[in-house]
């Protein structure tokens, strides 16, 4: 009870922890991260890790289905790797966070973007998606999707002033 930061600032806390499949995070833990990146790093290598859950009471960050938010769930910080099957983004979510998705390869199908503007770099690196469709307004990084080995397309809506495809 009396921890309050995990991860800083020497560094990714429980990284490389594969055998890790659930964590609980109480009311009083302000800082998830590494490196002096807020929530980069905490869970990186956890390949079985399957829920994060956050106390109710925690100012700071939240959690729906076992994935990590903050609190008003407008930014996804840790989808986790071990998780499977299907994901359905929260309505108040806006920001996709720095490797938020990476590494997790039984997540296939990615979530839908509908309200996202934002997504972090190497976003989905490394994960299991094998399409992505690109609705208009979301800014990213075109290595966002590296060492997705098995991503087969991305649709990118002909409404997209910034992107398109040929």
Known sequence: DTVERIGSPSGG????????TSVTIHADVTWIGSHGDKNVGAF??????????????NADYSSVD???????????FVY???KTGDFTMPVTCDTISDKAFAGCIG???MPVLTGITSIGDSAFSGSGVT????????DFNLNMFSGCDNLKGIEISEDNDDYSFD
């Open 13 to 20: 806390a429980f990284s490389g922890c594969s055998e890790l």
């Open 44 to 57: 990186a290598g956890c390949s079985k890790l399957t829920s994060i859950t956050v106390h109710e009471d």
């Open 66 to 76: 076992g994935v990590l938010f903050d609190k008003d769930k407008e930014t996804l």
């Open 80 to 82: 986790p790797a071990g």
């Open 107 to 109: 997540l296939t199908n």
């Open 131 to 138: 399409s992505a469709s690109w609705p208009d307004g979301v």
